[in-house]
Structures are given as C-alpha cells and as structure tokens.
C-alpha cells in the first residue's frame, strides 16, 4: 500500500537527493506535513538534507517488533541531520562499534522480514 508523502521521500532518500520540509521560521519536519508541528505554518518548502548526520542516540534491538523478526539482533539509531532528526537501522558496521557522534549517511535498503523497505544509515568513510 503506498503512503504517496512518505514513500515519495524515501525514494528520494534512495536516489542521494533527501530532503526535509522547512517553514519560513527554519523550523524542519519530515513528510509528509502540510503545516510545520512547530509553528502550524502552512509554507513549507523541500530543502536538501544533509549528506551526513551524527548518531545522537542508539540501543541494540535483541527482542524485535514482528516485523523485524529476521534483523534481530540489530541496531536503531536516532541521527541529527541538522534542522530535522532521522530514525533508521544501522548497517555495515559491527553493532559493537557504533557509538554516539558516529557519522552517517542516510540510505534504502530491504527489510529481512517483510522485504519493504526501510531507513538505514550508513558509517561515513573516513
């Protein structure tokens, strides 16, 4: 079943052209939205979302959701893309070594269990 705001963003994300609403104030909110949660201001534009985001939060999933039974066990993370904070699945990294401040690149990839896609961030190449 499509949902025509969100999957339209992440398509973009997949494509390396993310982006997040922002309202006249320079709040940002993530689609889809007509009004901004902030300030219910019904101007929002698309602005480029960062290239990278640092890890603000994570914890190591042992006990997944159904559906993510097969990605278990798996890290969630919380990342800060500058005016917007992102929610994903970390991969290509050994769960032992993400930690907070880690750099990040959002990306698409397939869940295990459902096959949908799903948010995942990346480590950026140092």
């Known amino acids: 079943m499509a949902d025509a ?7 973009a994300i997949a494509d390396g052209e993310g982006y997040y609403l922002a309202c006249p104030d320079g709040h940002g909110s993530l689609p889809p939205r007509r009004s901004c949660p902030h300030c219910a201001s019904d101007e929002l534009t ?23 039974a097969d990605e278990a066990p798996y890290v969630t993370a919380i990342a800060s893309f500058g005016s917007v904070r992102l929610t994903g699945v970390v991969r290509d990294v050994p769960r032992s070594d993400v930690e907070l401040g880690m750099a ?3 990306d698409v990839d397939v869940n295990a ?5 799903v948010l995942v961030f990346r480590p950026v190449d140092e």
């Open 5 to 11: 705001g969100y999957d339209d963003w992440v398509a």
């Open 46 to 68: 698309e602005e480029p979302l960062a290239e990278t985001g640092e890890i603000v939060t994570f914890t190591e999933v042992h006990v997944p959701a159904p559906s993510f």
């Open 104 to 106: 990040v690149t959002p």
């Open 113 to 117: 269990t459902t096959g949908e896609q």
